[in-house]
């Protein structure tokens, strides 16, 4: 399935510890990052949610997303919410994925009540 746990995304980006928590063991979870810090687990989802379908592919495309990367995804993810996470991943994967970028990328494209509502989303 698309859905991964924020372990196993620490694991797919190396991050120390990943491999205690995804046995189950070890641990408990860090205290959440501030918000302009790594964009992980649950916040991927808000992201997704928070940016108008009809926009996703330009919101990839100004956060630097490489176009031959948004096209392998569309060839190879059927549903657009599953296009939508590896998309969001790949590009966590190839930089440093902070909030801040994220809503850098909103405000560039005025789609700055979508940012908002994500701020609203995310914990604080």
Not at 10 to 19: K, Q, S
Not at 25 to 44: D, F, I, K, N, Y
Not at 76 to 84: C, F, L, S, W
Not at 93 to 115: H, I, K, N, Y
Request: negative net charge; aromatic residues 4%.
């Amino acid at each position: 399935t698309a859905r991964r746990s924020p372990e196993h995304l620490a694991l797919l980006r190396g991050e120390p510890g990943g491999a205690a928590r995804a046995g189950g063991e070890g641990e408990p979870s860090a205290p959440p990052e501030p918000r302009g810090g790594l964009l992980q687990g649950s916040q991927l989802y808000a992201v997704i949610d928070a940016v108008p379908v009809r926009r996703w592919k330009e919101f990839m495309r100004v956060l630097e997303l490489r176009e031959a990367e948004i096209e392998v995804v569309e060839l190879e993810v059927t549903h657009i919410r599953d296009q939508q996470y590896e998309m969001l991943k790949r590009w966590c994967q190839q930089t440093s994925p902070t909030l801040d970028r994220v809503f850098a990328a909103l405000e560039r494209m005025e789609l700055a009540g979508c940012a908002e509502a994500l701020r609203r989303a995310l914990p604080p």
